[in-house]
């Protein structure tokens, strides 16, 4: 081989090396996936962050995303930024939460935003909880509507609901209400849908929007 090609064949080693290193130092550079709270999402619960890490109010994942389902709630209906956003929500607490028996408060707020917003959770029985949201900025406040105190949720937070005729029960394989009668009667059937109807504030007739199962006697008619 000549001197020439030698040479030739140097200068072609030495290109396909830095073309390597290039590539590998990109790779190296380039950032891998992020758990960014921006990117949550949309119509997910909310993401919620405390000291650079993901914060749970509860330790119960049923209650927590209760919460977490509240907050996105509160932004996407209260929050200008988040009526029309095309990702989810993310809201970081501003200090420390604090509990006190039962409920656990803290403030925030959410995204980048400078609104100031105080949450507070109570937690009831049958993995429920009962949520208070407020954005202090703009004093609002829509806690009879979020989704975890619905009439159904606090319903749930009360069960089992035990009389002599027949018992209300919460049955968690499916978040349901699972309603078992004593004695063959229709009487009591309707004894038990009027009360069921009371606490969810509905017509008896309004029952079937619910996730409600009746067990019967044997050779019930």
């Known amino acids: 081989m000549s001197g020439k090609n030698k040479q030739l064949l140097v200068i072609a080693g030495l290109v396909i090396g830095v073309i390597i290193v290039t590539i590998i130092g990109a790779r190296i550079r380039r950032p891998g996936p992020t758990t960014a709270p921006e990117q949550v999402p949309l119509n997910a619960p909310a993401f919620l962050i405390h000291k650079d890490t993901t914060y749970n109010p509860t330790g119960n994942l ?6 977490r389902s509240d907050i996105a709630y ?3 209906h209260k929050i200008a930024a988040y009526k029309s956003a095309s990702s989810g929500v993310s809201f ?4 420390d939460p604090v509990a006190n028996g039962f409920v656990v408060s803290f403030k925030g707020s959410f ?9 507070s959770v109570t937690i009831l029985k049958n993995n429920r909880v009962k949520t ?3 954005d202090k900025t703009s004093n609002t406040n829509i806690d009879n509507e979020l989704p975890s105190n619905s009439a159904f949720n606090q319903l749930i937070a009360q069960l089992p609901i035990t009389t002599a005729d027949y018992e209300i029960n919460y049955v968690p394989s499916d978040s349901s209400i699972a309603v ?3 004695e063959q009667s ?4 309707d004894q038990a849908k009027k009360a069921l109807a009371g606490k969810l504030g509905v017509p008896v007739s309004g029952l079937t929007k619910f996730q409600i199962s009746y067990i019967f006697p044997r050779n019930f008619n």
């Open 62 to 67: 049923t209650a927590d995303n209760l919460v």
């Open 74 to 76: 509160f932004a996407h």
């Open 92 to 95: 970081t607490l501003s200090g």
């Open 111 to 119: 995204g980048a935003l400078k609104d100031k917003v105080e949450v």
């Open 132 to 134: 208070s949201i407020t």
């Open 180 to 182: 078992t009668l004593y």
């Open 186 to 189: 229709p009487t009591i059937l």
